[in-house]
């Protein structure tokens, strides 16, 4: 920590501040006699303070800040992560880490996800030779080629890694067809604009500057306990709130009613209000708007003027000298004044940055000591221009260099003018600058060298600061600073009149949000680390109020996460503390656990946030179209319907099973349970005998099978044929002279009546117009007789044994008379 040592007015001169590096002084003679440095006092003063101040300590009342509204409806989306965007490979070549983008697999999401937008124009290209429905056609000209089957194999595609994934030749062919073009204009382009997309995010990670200055106000009431909160709310943030609370000492704020809100074309960014000459103000900026509000005392806003920023707005304030004046910056480098007199003027505009080159388009202006004086801001330095002045000219106030010892890299955060009309305020020439390394404290009359500078030490990104009143009489005033992660700290800075400003003791860490998790009653998995993700939620609005008390001063604290909510904490002054005193410890109440409970049981009601790419499931309808679903019966599936309703594990009671020491033997498989035994019998190797008996079982005696089609009925008949009787290819031939005998001729055998009923049997899978037909041709087939000793043969053996003499017979035959032409068989 590094204290400035005391400057004595001394070393100033009266008049207008010198310039070394314009050599165009003019621009200041409207605010020379404004800015003057009283008299030099003697050394003896009373006056005359010392470097640190009294020691001031504030106790919290709760180890943590606790939720002052509920949830709001709408679900939350923390947006990308760091995770998402980074390469998870590694080189290995690399001597020191490097975040590397993945853009390949960014771009095959946005392709799956967004084809329509990738893939658009490449379409209307394509529309002259492709068609969604039809068939193909073509002319002289042109081919016109019908793409429906195209699109059906595409719905069932899947991304690589799938198991059901599968390419058909369509999209084979297509893709090596359209590769050429498709891989040409779709990578080139789209990569181009995807890497400058991807860019862009990762520098909204390292550090989002669009809530800077706070999206959270407090606007004083009638009485110095009321006062109403304006915060943005809902899934995106369109949402302006205005809730009345009213702070009583000792205990914790109430809350009013239901808040009051305004819907609004976009996220809202920034929130300032302030009080000038009894009249409240309030200004809100969006990304492409501005708005200013009049609030009146019983706290109902009345707008004044809506204000679009076509290349976006960065920052607003709201003048303390002159009510309804409001400054406004844009990304293009342009400073607006706007006066209910006056309307909108242009005042300053410079693209490039103030001392070197910046990529960063982020301008801030606010107002100073004089009320046509405003300072001009980017991440190099800060400069302060004179509206009346010529265009171009002005001085600089603070830039990252060698005057200030600005580390290197450093860039400026926030800038925040501190000076206010008061009986017990700041000099009215102070400025507040902070970097991502340090903070400082800037005089208008001595430029480019800070007063006071102090390296803060917050791990993220300071954008909010708070100057509050002094708590008491002769107290220093509590300066609050946020990080953007959530952290917060508090200073005293000490300094009336002529006096150097300094710190009054060491700087003090309040807790933040992420400690409140104790507070909670403990949770599974899953809810646990989405309410821990809630309460890390970064931080976009800071506010602060100390109502007059005539006991000890107590500080009331708001927060405002980028999920909305709004966390309050209440501090109490101690009372001289000791300089070895020891930190001040808190304890949750339990007020403090239920009021939490009540937050954590309305989040959970909130449905979660769908996810922002997702695997697509697999088509199933060719690989599960010939199945019917069948439904489930028993207590299982009711049970395990009930248990995911409500929320809870699964047990063995919900499926119907009995505990371990308990369980009732398994049935055995009755004579219904067709799938046990087809199991059975293929695992015994039976399962040909097993189909068989069942096929025997649903025919029956008095049943008939289905009568299937034609071509069907023709290829079983000529199966079965083939395996019961010999179905050769050649006729029989004509007989010789030596087999003209009518004794040498072979009698057909006399079929038996079980024969008659097996040919029955096949026979009526024949239509009734074949059945004769049939008969006929068997009756003139040569049949075997029963096999010797009046065993009775199986169908298949007969038919191998039947097989056998006629192939003989017609070997026979071929030998002795000559080779003719085979006649086909027919119906």
Known sequence: MDFPSSLPPSLFTTGPLGLSDVPDVSFMCSWRDALTLPESLPQGSENTAPHVAKVLLWEPDTPGPLPLLPPGPDPWDPGVTAQDLLFRGGYQFRRQPQAVLDVTEQLS????????????????LMLENFKLEGARSRSKKKTVVSVKRLLQDLGGHQPWGCPWAYLSHRQRRFSILGGPILSTSVASLLGELLHEELALRWEQLLLDDAFTGGALAWVPGRTPEAGQLVYPAGGALDRLYFQKVNLTPGSEPRVLGGPGHIRLRGPVRQVVTRTVQGEALLAVRSDYHCALWKVSKQGQPAPLQVLQVEKGATGISLSPHLPGEL?????????????????????????????????????????TAHPRVLTVGDRTGVKMVDTQGPQGCGLLLFRGGAEASCQKGERVLLTQYLGECGPECLHPTLHLICTQFSLY????????????????????????????????????????????????????????GASTPRLAGPPQSLPSRSDSLSAFPPLEPKSQWRLQERLTAPAIGLAAAIPPSANTPV???????????????????????????????????????????RWLKALLEVAPAPPVWAAPTFSHRRLLGCF???????????????????????????????????????????????????????????????????????LGPGKQPKRHKRRTQLSNTFSSLSGRLDLSDAASPPPSPEQTLPAARPQPPVTPPSQESTQELWARAVPSERQQTLRDYMAELPLQGDAPGGASVPSSQTSSVRATPSRQRAAVRSGSQPHCKKPRMGF
């Open 441 to 496: 404290l800037v005089d208008e009359r001595l430029p480019l060298v800070p007063l006071l500078k102090w390296n803060h030490g917050l791990p993220s990104a300071p954008l909010l600061a708070r100057l509050l009143p002094p708590p008491r009489t002769g107290l220093p005033r509590p300066l609050l600073l946020a990080g953007q992660g959530g952290e917060l700290q508090l200073l005293h800075i000490a300094g009336e």
């Open 109 to 124: 999401r946005f392709l799956w996800d967004h084809g329509d937008i990738a893939f658009a124009p490449l379409g209307k």
């Open 327 to 367: 400054a406004i910056c844009s990304r293009s480098g342009a400073i607006c004044l706007w006066t209910p007199q006056d309307g909108l003027q242009q005042i300053y505009k410079d693209p490039e940055t103030l001392v070197f080159r910046d990529p960063s388009p982020w301008r801030w202006a606010d107002f």
């Open 555 to 597: 500080l009331s604290l708001f927060q405002l996460s980028a999920a909305g909510d709004v966390f309050h904490q209440g501090l109490h002054l101690q009372a001289d503390p000791g300089p070895d005193s020891p930190a001040p410890t808190a304890s949750w109440t339990p007020q403090a656990t239920a009021s939490c409970s």
């Open 628 to 698: 019917e679903p069948q439904k489930a019966e028993g207590k299982a599936p009711e049970g395990l319907r009930t248990a995911m309703a409500k929320g809870r594990l699964l047990q063995l009671r919900d499926l119907g099973l009995l505990p371990t020491e308990e369980r009732a033997p398994a049935p055995e498989p009755g004579p219904e349970d067709e799938l046990s035994e087809r199991l059975e019998a293929a695992w015994e190797g039976q399962a040909a005998a097993w189909w068989e008996r069942r096929r025997g079982s649903s």
